[in-house]
C-alpha cells in the first residue's frame, strides 16, 4: 500500500483511538482501516496499537510515530499548497463552530460575506453551546470563549468578553441591589444547565476568590431562556457580556456588583492548520478574525 496512505490512516486511528471513527473521518470500511495499519506495523516490524474488543490505545513507540507521522504529513501537505501557490482559490466543505448566541451574532455575518467572496466553498455552521472536538467532530475552524487547555490545536486570540451579573431595574426596585456577594443569598437566580443546584459564582481575580453557593429558583437549557427570565424580572442571571449587549443598551437590564467581577475571559479562533494550510482555512480565519476584532469585544 501507499507509505503516505497508511500513515494517515495510522494518523485517524491513533487521535480518535477508534478504528470506527477513523474509517468514518476517512471515508473508507473499517476492514480498510485494519489492514492498513497491519500493513503498516509490519512494515515497521513495532506494535504501534494495542487493541482489545472495548478499546483502542497506542504503544509507547505508537506514541512517538503519532507525532512524527503528523509533522510529516504536515509538510507534505503545506509542499502541496506551496506548489499549488499561496493566492489558490479557496473551494471545498468548510465546517464552522462557536457557541450560539456568538455564532448568530457575530460569526454568522462572516460566514455570509465569504460565501458570497469565494462561491467554490460550502460552508457547514454548527452553533452550540458545548466544547466542539475539532477533531473527533470533524471541524475546520472553532470560535472558543474562555480559558483554552493545552492541547495540539492553534489559537488566535481575538477579544474577550466578561461574565457578569445583571437583572431588570424593576426586579431591583422591588427587591434591593446586592451591594456584596453575599447578599445575593436573599436573591431569585436564574441558572442555565452549567449550573447544579448545589453549584457556586465565584467572584474577584485574586487567588483566593470569594465563592457564593446558592440554589437557583430557574434553570435553564439555554443563555436564550436565562435572558428572557432576567428581563422578566424573575431574578439575577450571570451572563456573558456580548450575550446582554442589547438588553443593557436598551434598559432591559442593568449590571450588578461589576466592581467583583472575575477577570474577563478569551475569545479564541481554534483550528489544525498550519500556517501554510489550505486556502479555504486561512482566508475564512483571515476574515473572521478581522471581523472579531473590529468588534472590539470586550
Not at 475564512?284 to 468588534?295: N, T, Y
Request: aromatic share 6%.
Amino acid at each position: 500500500m501507499d507509505q503516505i496512505h497508511l500513515m494517515k490512516v495510522f494518523v485517524a486511528v491513533g487521535e480518535l483511538e477508534s478504528f470506527a471513527a477513523a474509517a468514518r473521518r476517512l471515508a473508507i470500511s473499517p476492514a480498510a482501516v485494519t489492514r492498513a495499519v497491519s500493513a503498516l506495523e509490519e512494515q515497521l516490524g513495532v506494535k504501534l496499537l494495542l487493541r482489545t474488543t472495548r478499546s483502542v490505545r497506542l504503544t509507547e513507540a505508537g506514541g512517538r510515530y503519532l507525532e512524527d507521522t503528523r509533522h510529516i504529513l504536515a509538510s507534505i501537505h503545506e509542499a502541496n499548497e506551496a506548489a499549488a501557490g499561496i493566492n489558490a482559490t479557496p473551494k471545498g466543505d468548510l465546517a464552522v463552530t462557536a457557541p450560539i448566541l456568538f455564532g448568530r451574532k457575530f460569526v454568522m455575518p462572516s460566514i455570509v460575506r465569504y460565501l458570497q467572496q469565494y462561491p467554490q466553498v460550502d460552508v457547514a455552521a454548527y452553533f452550540l453551546d458545548r466544547v466542539v472536538n475539532l477533531v473527533e467532530e470533524g471541524m475546520d475552524v472553532a470560535v472558543r470563549i474562555g480559558p483554552l487547555p493545552d492541547s495540539g490545536l492553534k489559537a488566535l486570540r481575538v477579544g474577550q468578553v466578561r461574565r457578569m451579573l445583571c437583572a431588570a431595574p424593576g426586579y431591583l426596585a422591588r427587591h434591593g441591589v446586592p451591594r456584596h456577594p453575599s447578599d445575593l443569598a436573599g436573591h431569585a437566580v436564574i441558572g442555565t444547565t452549567n449550573l447544579s443546584p448545589r453549584a457556586g459564582w465565584r467572584f474577584g481575580v485574586t487567588d483566593e476568590p470569594t465563592l457564593v453557593r446558592m440554589k437557583p429558583r430557574l434553570t435553564v437549557t439555554s443563555n436564550d431562556g436565562a435572558i428572557a427570565a432576567a428581563c422578566g424580572g424573575l431574578g439575577i442571571a450571570r451572563l456573558l457580556s456580548y450575550q446582554v449587549a442589547d438588553e443593557l443598551a436598551s434598559g432591559q437590564l442593568q449590571v450588578i456588583l461589576a466592581e467583583y467581577e472575575e477577570a474577563p475571559w478569551p475569545i479564541h479562533i481554534l483550528h489544525r492548520e498550519s500556517k501554510y494550510g489550505s486556502a479555504k482555512v486561512r482566508t475564512f480565519i483571515d476574515m473572521l478574525a478581522q471581523a472579531l476584532r473590529d468588534q472590539q469585544l470586550e
